[in-house]
């Protein structure tokens, strides 16, 4: 008769995996059961605490739909999705860093030409974006592909806000021969990540906010080259120290420098004020 004893059953359940046919598989279950019974017997986790888990994550799939991902946002807070990315992309001194993806990214954002803007409502204050894309030994990539996202003046997601146009604020954009590229957003706000679910109820139970510091997103990618999927960060931002999903890297933090002269507005067709940043990606050759 087997012994499911306190000393005895973690060993019982790693055994009952032992011809698992894939390996990586087995390898992945067995840490996570090491770690998690360990978990377990550290905190001496009591049964009502367990089934408070298990409520939790209930809650957090129930939250879940085709415009929200709650376990997304549970795995950001918790430092998971930034962990998991950094074990993933490890790059070469002087590539671009890579940061989180994000919950609301979307598929088939527009091709626009060199220069376009990517807001179709008007608000915010414009933001020329500027600069090349280049490999890790210094060359230019041309016909690389940006893909560019980023929230509204009020920090919602188009996708989030029913007054914004369809796929606003999103774009794509090629850079030239030479590797160079430019678009117009919008100067990026802080926000709150959604915190009406149960994500937003743990922060509040651990003393934290729910705000991320003003952002772009960026998909930067080339044929023959490890794509990046990484943010362009606000200097100053009052959140950087604190971001709520852990996505801020030092590298990827940039000056917004703010211009007032008609002159310079007219050359990229934006009102005044408006702001420049010039940003160059570094991409790893396959």
Known sequence: MSNNSEEQITQNVLDSMAKAPDARLKQVMTGLVNHLHAFIREVELTQEEWMQGIQFLTSTGQMCDDKRQEFILLSDILGATMLVDAIDHRLPDGATESTIFGPFYREG?????TGAT?????RGEPAVVTGRVL??????????LLDVWETDE???YEQQDPEQPDMNLRGKFRADGEGRYCFVGIKPVSYPIPDDGPVGRLLRSLGRHPFRPAH???LVSADGFVPVTTHLFVKGDPYLDSDAVFGTKDSLV???LQHDSEEEAARYHVATP????EYDFVLKPM
């Open 109 to 113: 954002a527009p091709e626009l030409p």
């Open 216 to 218: 772009i997103h960026l």
């Open 254 to 256: 940039v000056d917004f």
């Open 118 to 122: 990517i807001s179709q409502d008007g």
């Open 135 to 144: 490999s890790t030994n210094g060359t230019p990539i041309p016909g690389a």
């Open 274 to 277: 408006f702001y420049t940043v």
């Open 154 to 156: 009020n920090g919602l």
